[in-house]
């Protein structure tokens, strides 16, 4: 077996009082998509806030290609090729897509005695490394991100990714918010970063997205790693259950069992009056 890319042993989480991350451990392959499932409130986000700098852990190990690292914020992280696109966008809707592929890395070019932004380039080079991943609706790189529909705009930040050369994408919840076409897309996209041997963490509670592009998996329950497998190691139903938290879903169905035997809380059928 080949060493991880990243590597988590034991690591755990407080806030205060409140402990969100209990021990959990976790290899991350080059070339390969984890997918990391859990209900809300599970400590995903929390997690890949950990991978990207923007939070410490309280303790435990991280290791990149075989080396401890420890973040103090989220540019040590990307610098490390760490790129994270985080749950509810990330990006900035009065920014023109050209500015944004590029915020913080700009293309500049000589002007006389001056160094000026390149805005030809830089949109150009958006636009080219959009239309790589099979976004071509877009031509015009100085239109504005908030034009962008949801698919677009996570496949802009993966695009952006590939080209300053992550070797680690993070992607939280992608595919939350979208449409069945344009969810279909940004898989896809998944799938073309992992070909070019990136590894990819991908964040869903969606078990049918998580399937088709995973090769491993990991799901959280209130903070602790109740299960880590790899694909076709588990059924749909398993993986389903387990989210769920598979003892209150056996209870839940007791309890309708319950009802359906007595008639305790299974009101009558509603009687039309005419
Ligand atoms: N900065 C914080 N301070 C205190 N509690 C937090 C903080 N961030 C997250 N939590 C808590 O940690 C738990 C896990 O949250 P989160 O990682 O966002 O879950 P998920 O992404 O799986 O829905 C939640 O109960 C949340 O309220
Ligand atoms: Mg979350």
Request: glycine share 12%; net charge negative; aromatic share 6%.
């Amino acid at each position: 077996m080949k060493t991880p890319l990243l590597k988590l042993t034991g690591i755990n989480k407080s806030f205060g009082p409140i402990d969100v991350l209990h021990d959990i451990s976790l290899d991350v392959h080059a070339g390969e998509v984890l997918c990391l499932l859990g209900d809300n409130g599970a400590g995903k986000s929390t997690l890949i806030k950990i991978l990207s700098g923007v939070h410490k852990p309280s303790s435990g190990l991280m290791e990149l290609d075989n080396k401890p690292v420890s973040f103090e914020g989220p540019s040590e992280a990307s610098e490390q090729g760490i790129a994270t696109v985080h749950q509810f966008g990330g990006t900035f809707p009065l920014m023109s897509i050209g500015r944004s592929f590029f915020v913080g890395a700009e293309p500049t070019r000589r002007w006389g005695p001056f160094t000026i932004y390149d805005r030809a380039r830089a949109n150009g080079i958006a636009v080219k490394e959009m239309r790589e991943l099979g976004i071509t609706r877009i031509d015009d790189g100085d239109r504005l991100v908030g034009g962008l529909s949801g698919g677009e705009r996570q496949a802009l930040a993966i695009a952006r990714a590939v080209h300053f050369g992550a070797k680690l994408l993070i992607l939280d919840e992608p595919t939350a918010a979208l449409g069945v076409k344009e969810a279909a897309h940004v898989l896809r996209i998944v799938l073309q970063a992992r070909q070019k041997g990136i590894a990819v963490v991908f964040i869903t509670h969606n078990v049918i997205h998580a399937l088709t592009v995973g090769d491993h998996f990991a799901v959280l329950i209130r903070g602790a790693k109740a299960a880590d497998f790899r694909k076709g190691e588990k059924s749909r139903e398993e993986i389903t259950d387990l989210m769920a938290g598979g003892e209150q879903m056996a209870e839940l169905e007791a309890e309708i069992e319950s009802y359906m035997v007595t008639g305790e809380g299974h009101p009558e059928p509603a009687k039309h009056a005419h």
